[in-house]
């Protein structure tokens, strides 16, 4: 794996693209940029051939512990790694620990465990059970074990020093594990960066990571509702000066339009893609603008025009933003960013979700249908919402590397923030 930085704006936002990517090292992925969100392999709501309809997927599929550990002897006994048992292609699988989407109830880690929640409930992680889960899987990456229990601001330093310390004592014996391993040959490993919101400790993390032979970072503890947009800043800035240039760094637990901005402008490559399915969910539909581009007629056809909300559906969905307040709730909690199509005012909208939008969904059904199917609990709603809400997250992500390649980032915030002025 190689990252290759095509600009570098202002010291610390990056443009590339990661290249020799997979055990063939026939993959490449654009960064800044996102992976695919599943569940055991598939994006929620979609059949694998209803997914490839859609156009500009990452190449990289993301599954986690938390969903694949309660099937470990299933893949053992079948062999040929879990790519092949969920039946998907022409991918590359990145496999996480947790999955950003899911609570994780924290107080279970120990000096030599860690846990991860499935649906059968908690399963206790050693290294070694945590390795024979990677060679039965067979990723092309995976994230190193780690005690990521430290994201609540009300943990101690003595905490957040132990937490750093177990993480790296982690990395240490994966890695040695890993070297001693004929089937994860090839495979890349991610060393995780912890440190809470202390940064010293997080600068320690980092460095000390830094010096072990991985092939990226993960930047774990700093998830929506752990803490607030400026102090993240502050924290992954402090983390990203002490990474080495030529690796990818990945940010868990972050994927609001606004805070991504933020994220990509010190420094970080790649996110995760749960936000788009938890909009799913609350039956909404995502309706930014981000169109950067200043000729309207090109602008028409690459990218969405913007929706206006009325000013009562506004406000509403702002509050979570503006109130200061973070909690975990607002992981699940409507933001600005999307419309409620369960609300009475769409019963009779026959525009499409977001005018201008060329996905199947867009093409092909009004807001009212979309209501109706909300309101009367028919499958089919999931299925359209999230073919709209993949389409246009992958679309903001187009439109970020567009802005960081145009040094337009400021544009990209303002549209995003639906901010007028210039
Ligand atoms: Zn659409």
């Known amino acids: ?27 490449s992925l654009e960064v800044p940029g996102c992976l695919l969100y599943t569940h055991l392999g598939a994006v929620p709501h979609l059949t694998q051939d209803t997914l490839h309809t859609l156009s500009s997927l990452p190449s990289v599929t993301q599954v986690t512990l938390s969903n694949i550990a309660e099937h470990q002897e299933v893949l053992e006994e079948f062999k040929d790694g879990f790519r092949k048992f969920a039946g998907l292609h022409d991918t590359l699988l990145y496999c996480s620990l947790h999955d950003s989407a899911a609570p994780c109830p924290t107080g279970y880690t120990t000096n030599k465990t860690v846990s991860v929640w499935g649906s059968g409930g908690r399963i206790e992680l050693t290294v070694a059970k945590f390795m024979a889960l990677q060679k039965a899987v067979q990723p092309d990456w995976y994230q190193s074990m780690a005690d990521g229990e430290t994201w609540q601001n009300n943990t101690s330093r003595k905490r957040v020093r132990k937490s750093v310390d177990r993480t790296l004592a982690h990395l240490d014996e994966c890695l040695l594990a890993h070297q001693n ?58 983390v990203t000066k002490e990474l080495p240039e030529e690796k990818p ?37 995502l309706c930014f603008s981000f169109n950067i581009s200043l000729d309207p007629e090109r602008a028409g056809r690459a990218l969405p025009a913007v929706l206006e909300l009325n000013e009562d559906e506004r406000d509403t969905a702002g509050e979570t933003q503006h109130n200061g307040d973070v909690s975990l709730d607002d992981q699940t909690r409507m933001t600005s960013f999307e419309m409620n199509l369960k609300d009475k005012r769409y019963h009779d909208d026959f525009r499409p979700l977001v005018e201008g939008c060329g996905c199947y969904c867009c093409k092909n059904h009004q807001r009212a249908y979309l ?9 089919l709603a999931g299925v359209l919402l999230t073919i709209h809400n993949t389409a246009h997250y992958q679309g903001f992500f187009s439109a970020l590397r567009e802005a960081v390649a145009g040094d337009k980032l400021d544009i990209l915030r303002r549209r995003v923030l639906r901010e007028r002025k210039e």
């Open 1 to 27: 794996m190689k990252l290759e930085l095509a600009r570098v704006v202002r010291g610390t936002g990056r443009l590339g693209v990661l290249r020799g990517l997979g055990r063939t090292a026939q993959h």
């Open 181 to 238: 391993s004929q089937e994860l040959e090839g495979v890349e490993v991610f060393g995780v960066v912890e440190g809470g919101d202390i940064p010293e400790e997080r600068v320690r993390s980092a460095r000390e990571t830094a010096k072990r032979p991985v092939a990226g970072f993960c930047l774990d503890g700093l998830q929506t509702g752990s803490m607030d947009q400026a102090l993240r800043t502050q924290l992954i800035a402090a």
């Open 249 to 285: 760094r990945l940010l868990q637990g972050v994927g609001r339009p606004d805070e991504v901005l933020a994220c990509v402008e010190v420094g970080v490559d790649l996110f995760e893609s749960f936000f788009p399915f938890q909009v799913t969910e609350r039956g909404c539909a």
């Open 371 to 379: 209501h109706h199917l909300l309101v009367t609990n028919e499958l």
